[in-house]
């Protein structure tokens, strides 16, 4: 089975700074997505970033990229200039490619609490 | 509609209570997913609907949880002889189809007392 290990229960950014959230996974599977999800205190989870395991170029959306190292299972994701906003709790995700019946199925990680300083 | 949505927004009941939770997934989509989120912790995976029929129900915990979707839209998870234990934040999603990005709803906080 999957699994997915989030190791920074809580992190702290001055508003403006960058911040680097870590994400090891288990996995014997070739090729899977990841992702990155922001859950604010409305409960909604919110896809930030997403990356497929047979691409080698790492994946960015404006203020948020991910550092994808295949062969160490990790998936770090850092949000530069920093803004209020970004508070919340954010989760990473890892989706199988290959399924019968298993569909979108996500299996996610503990969740690292984002905490912006203004 | 515009998003997923679940009602009822919170809900407390007594143990050993019967309750159900609704989910109203975007018009459209054929994927639907109920997720339970205990506190401090991410969302687990409970059951996977691809139409009408549950494709994927792995992720249920017991024979209390029973979730149905009898039309391909509205699903419904129902939870029977509830337990303390099953106090958590259940997270509904959608997605247009099997493999598609899976839109959330703001999940039914459930508080068992």
């Known amino acids: 089975a999957q699994t997915v290990t989030q190791s920074q229960p809580e992190m702290s950014v001055q508003e403006a700074e960058t911040v680097t959230l870590s994400c090891t996974y288990d996995?014997?599977?070739?090729?899977?997505?990841l992702f990155w999800y922001k859950q604010p205190p409305s409960r909604q989870m919110i896809l930030v970033i997403r990356q497929e395991a047979y691409k080698q170029q790492n994946a960015t959306e404006n203020r948020f990229s991910v550092n994808f190292q295949k062969a160490a299972k990790s998936f770090s994701l850092k949000i530069s200039d920093s803004q209020l906003g970004d508070a919340a709790m954010y989760f990473c995700a890892y989706r199988r490619t290959l399924t019968t019946s298993a569909g979108n199925k996500l299996t996610f990680g503990g969740g690292t609490r984002v905490l912006v300083k203004p | 509609g515009a998003g997923v949505s679940q009602t009822p927004s919170n809900k407390v009941t007594e143990k050993g209570k019967y309750v159900e939770l609704r989910c109203d997934p975007i018009?459209?989509?054929?994927?639907l997913y109920w997720y339970r989120q205990s506190l401090g912790q991410g969302p687990e995976f409970l059951i996977y609907f691809q139409g009408t029929g549950a494709a994927d129900d792995s992720g249920l915990p017991n024979d209390r949880f029973f979730a149905v979707r009898p039309e391909g839209s509205v699903s419904t998870l129902k939870i029977q002889r509830t337990e303390r234990g099953d106090s958590a934040v259940y997270l509904c999603?959608?997605?247009?189809?099997?493999?598609?990005?899976?839109?959330f709803g703001q999940g039914t906080r459930l508080t068992v007392v």
């Open positions: 999603a959608s997605s247009l189809g099997g493999y598609t990005e899976a839109f």
């Open positions: 996995t014997s599977e070739s090729d899977y997505y």
């Open positions: 018009s459209g989509h054929t994927a």
